[in-house]
T-cell receptor, first 111, second 115 residues
């Protein structure tokens, strides 16, 4: 069973809309949750981290965590074409050190 | 402020050759990680160092792979007797101390192609 699941997409949204990206995980003991953005041919870039239930906002990005449902989401408001990338959900492992990644969701923001 | 650096950025080798990659973490970070990423997949954890101690290794890290972090600074990842299946992007990341706040910052990666 895959530990971190994401819809591979592509998710297509028009410029200015809200993009909603979802992730589920299997390890109830996970403590840390992250969203990375990865442009084609580049390495992952950390954009959000969240550690407790609820919402965390940073600029146009909002991360949401629901540990009871084992669900993490990322909302991108006022989406821009430059947001077009693959978004990776990462969850801390049992050890707390390694991160388990999903396969990523491809987001396309159309002008 | 310099981020994580990796060298070389690209490596093409023939099957059976040995290759070595280097990672220099962010200077104040004492934790260093190696991941491998293939096309269409998320990064897969390989190994983790805290200072010079290798504390965790994935089952993915076969006996052909070895990693070191002498003196707790830069790290090297060596692959012996490369196979075509080793072709991937090898990513290094570093993070500061603190399990809960385990924000990992990635370097640009080394893309390995095994012919």
């Amino acid at each position: 069973q895959k530990e971190v699941e994401q819809n591979s997409g592509p998710l297509s949204v028009p410029e200015g809309a809200i993009a909603s990206l979802n992730c589920t995980y299997s390890d109830r003991g996970s403590q840390s949750f992250f969203w990375y953005r990865q442009y084609s041919g580049k390495s992952p870039e950390l954009i959000m981290s969240i550690y407790s239930n609820g919402d965390k906002e940073d600029g146009r990005f909002t991360a949401q965590l629901n540990k009871a449902s084992q669900y993490v989401s990322l909302l991108i408001r006022d989406s821009q074409p430059s947001d077009s990338a693959t978004y990776l959900c990462a969850v801390s492992s049992n050890s707390g050190y390694a991160l388990n990644f999903g396969k990523g969701t491809s987001l396309l923001v159309t002008p | 402020d310099t981020g994580v650096s990796q060298n070389p950025r690209h490596k093409i080798t023939k099957r059976g050759q040995n290759v070595t990659f280097r990672c220099d973490p962010i200077s104040e970070h004492n934790r260093l990680y190696w991941y491998r990423q293939t096309l269409g997949q998320g990064p897969e954890f390989l190994t983790y160092f805290q200072n010079e101690a290798q504390l965790e290794k994935s089952r993915l890290l076969s006996d052909r792979f070895s990693a070191e972090r002498p003196k707790g600074s830069f790290s090297t990842l060596e692959i012996q007797r490369t196979e075509q299946g080793d072709s991937a992007m090898y990513l290094c990341a570093s993070s500061p101390t603190g399990i809960l706040y385990n924000e990992q910052f990635f370097g640009p990666g080394t893309r390995l192609t095994v012919l």
